[in-house]
Nanobody, 117 residues
Framework: QVQLVESGGGFVQTGGSLRLSCAAS????????MGWYRQAPGKQRELVAA?????????NYADSVKGRFIISRDNYKNTVYLQMNSLTLEDTAVYYC?????????WGQGTQVTVSS
């Protein structure tokens, strides 16, 4: 089994920054993707940023966060980060981390990010 624990959400004003963390434990040796999704009230869950691991490592971002958010990982700590800068009201959502291991997607419990003016 794989467990994911998120942290770092909270309240921030527009233009501010937050960093989310997602620590993984369990049988994660065959990870092929890790990333962050978000779900705003009344909207579907959407991809924010992801790292996919195959023959090479690729980073993917939603158009709405390109240039503002950075996804990174610390393999020694089994942790994925999402650095969020220049936050806007539209970034308000519950953020979920995801890790794909042997074709199975595992999800964190979600962390609330609220951006206010």
């Amino acid at each position: 089994q794989v467990q994911l624990v998120e942290s770092g959400g909270g309240f921030v004003q527009t233009g501010g920054s937050l960093r989310l963390s997602c620590a993984a434990s369990g049988n994660i040796q065959r990870t092929t993707a890790m990333g962050w999704y978000r779900q705003a009230p009344g909207k579907q869950r959407e991809l924010v940023a992801a790292i996919t691991i195959g023959g090479s490592v690729n980073w993917n971002y939603a158009d709405s966060v390109k240039g503002r958010f950075i996804i990174s990982r610390d393999n020694y700590k089994n942790t994925v980060y999402l650095q969020m800068n220049s936050l806007t009201l539209e970034d308000t959502a519950v953020y979920y981390c995801m890790r794909r291991v042997l074709g199975v997607d595992y999800w964190g419990q979600g962390t609330q990010v609220t951006v206010s003016s």
